[in-house]
């Protein structure tokens, strides 16, 4: 029962190197997302894509770009990492973009710029 | 905007003992949905409540209630008889009924006291 399932766990980049962050889900849900959290700050959405083949910027796209490879599939690229981009991510998902659908999280990228 | 706020940065209970968690939002719209998710220390995000906001009836899952006060923009949770593994941060969020992304507070950290 994987759920919404993220690579890596854990990375360190310098700034300026590029990295992607990998998301799966295996609920057959249309809706998935790409939050940040930062200390003292809650979640901020980055991106989100309402179904397969639509992407929509969220409240902090900014050096952000964001792919749905397919159903299952939602990757987030830092394409130039910079250490405001510290954080831990978390990739979510749920059945539809309604507002009563649960959204579903996955256990979180904790990645670190130098 | 939507905006939540959670006036309590940190709260402490004994075990056994019950505990209140504020959360105050603000909005124009009459429509809309609550939550409370809950992330222990592995980070995981786990939805504990929702309410609907046209719904009179506070919402229930076992030890865990709501008191939803619709005038006032006032939606806290209670926990009753608390438990050690309850011990973690709470997230109080907000989403439209007109399908905008989930809005968070900034937590509220919970210790458990044996």
């Known amino acids: 029962n994987a759920g919404v399932t993220q690579t890596p766990k854990f990375q360190v980049l310098k700034t300026g190197q590029s990295m992607t962050l990998q998301c799966a889900q295996d609920m057959n849900h249309n809706s998935m997302y790409w939050y940040r959290q930062d200390p003292g700050m809650g979640l901020r959405l980055i991106y989100y894509s309402a179904s397969e083949g639509t992407t929509d910027k969220g409240e902090v796209p900014n050096g952000y770009n964001v792919s749905r490879l397919n159903k299952r599939e939602f990757s987030l690229r830092l394409e130039s990492a910079a250490p405001s981009q510290t954080s831990v991510y978390f990739c979510a998902s749920s059945e539809g973009t309604g507002p009563g659908n649960t959204i579903y999280f996955g256990e979180g990228s904790w990645l670190t710029v130098v | ?114």
């Open chain 2, 1 to 114: 905007a939507q905006t939540v706020t959670q006036s309590q940065p940190e709260m402490s209970v004994q075990e056994a003992e019950t505990v209140t968690l504020s959360c105050t939002y603000d909005t124009s719209e009459s429509d809309y949905y609550l939550f409370w998710y809950k992330q222990p220390p592995s980070r995981q995000m786990i939805l504990v409540i929702r309410q609907e906001a046209y719904k009179q009836q506070n919402a229930t899952e076992n030890r865990f209630s709501v008191n939803f006060q619709k005038a006032a923009k006032s939606f806290s949770l209670k926990i009753s008889d608390s438990q050690l593994g309850d011990a973690a941060m709470y997230f109080c969020a907000y989403r439209s009924a007109l399908n905008t992304p989930l809005v968070f507070g900034k937590g509220t950290r919970l210790s458990v006291i044996a």
